[in-house]
């Protein structure tokens, strides 16, 4: 009887502990996933400041993350 609530308690820490592990897993995946696309998209949206005299720095800026991948 004792044996088997004691069973039961590892497993429900062991569970909990390898769901955590496996959400931040999830999430850290996702989160680079939605940083790689959020820098795509500040590539894209600047491109056009390529011909201008000002204003380049932003452009500049979002080809300098890309260095950080």
């Not at 590539?43 to 005299?53: D, P």
């Amino acid at each position: 009887m004792v044996m088997n609530i004691i069973i039961t308690l590892v497993a429900a820490v062991i569970s909990g502990i390898l769901a955590t592990i496996i959400t931040l897993y999830i999430n850290h995946k996702k989160e680079i996933e939605r940083q790689k696309k959020e820098l795509a998209a500040d590539i894209f949206g600047y491109r056009f400041l390529l011909n201008k005299s000002s204003g380049t720095e932003k452009f500049y800026a979002a080809l300098n993350r890309v260095l950080e991948w």
